[in-house]
């Protein structure tokens, strides 16, 4: 927990020095609070219930930033052809990969993760999987994609707004699967990727559908962990 809690505390005095300048505030705002939210999450990960944390933080950033506006989560279903449908399941095939890849090299411990696991027979595990999936796709969509990056855009360039849900979207994972730095550094490039396609979609449908094969990759790693 040290480190991300003093990394945030850097965060923290440097928003204070630069407190006049407004985009740079608001990202070292959302740099600390997501930092120091993932060193406490390394010991009281709850899923789901943690997600609505980062969206009450992106809900009062959002209302001190400007204290008449309102957060939205985004929700549209957006527009994508062949192209980006193809592009939707190339990240998605990306991103198992890189799991596997982390799982493997790194055998982390997943004994929390696998006390998440229901037991039963083949249709219980299938329900639970597809439930899993669905659900921490949409919600983590609708927080990060959907409400984070669209309030982002109507403030910044789309660059940056993409940038700053993938880094709180990263940091968020320092406690998630995968885990640790290298988590961080994984789960950063993905949200940038799928922060492109919420762009070039236009909406929310092709990004959980890349995330919920991505979400089905995790729960089948943690299963053959056990």
Not at 145 to 174: N, P, V, Y
Not at 176 to 201: D, I, K, N
Request: charged share 10%.
């Amino acid at each position: 927990m040290a480190v991300p809690l003093v990394a945030g505390l850097v965060l923290a005095v440097l928003a204070i020095r630069y407190r006049n300048q407004h985009s740079l505030v608001f990202v070292i705002v959302f740099a600390s609070a997501f930092l120091v939210l993932a060193a406490l999450l390394k010991d009281l990960f709850t899923w789901p219930w943690h997600l609505l944390v980062p969206l009450m933080i992106a809900a009062m950033a959002a209302r001190v930033w400007e204290p008449k506006s309102r957060l939205s989560l985004g929700w549209q279903l957006g527009e994508a052809n062949a192209q980006l449908w193809l592009a939707a399941f190339a990240i998605a095939s990306l991103a198992t990969v890189a799991l596997v890849t982390w799982a493997e090299l790194l055998q982390p411990n997943l004994e929390s993760f696998r006390a998440m696991v229901p037991r039963g027979n083949i249709l219980v595990l299938i329900s639970a999987a597809l439930g899993f999936a669905l659900l921490n796709a949409t919600m983590e969509e609708l927080i990060w994609r959907g409400a984070i990056q669209s309030w982002l855009a109507g403030h910044t360039s789309i660059r940056l707004a993409i940038l700053i849900q993938a880094l709180s979207f990263g940091a968020l994972h320092w406690a998630g699967f995968p885990s640790g730095w290298s988590g961080v550094a994984l789960a950063t490039f993905y949200g940038v990727m799928l922060g492109w396609l919420r762009h070039a979609t236009g909406g929310l449908a092709a990004p959980i559908v890349a995330h919920i094969l991505a979400d089905i990759t995790i729960f089948l790693l943690v299963l053959g962990s056990s």
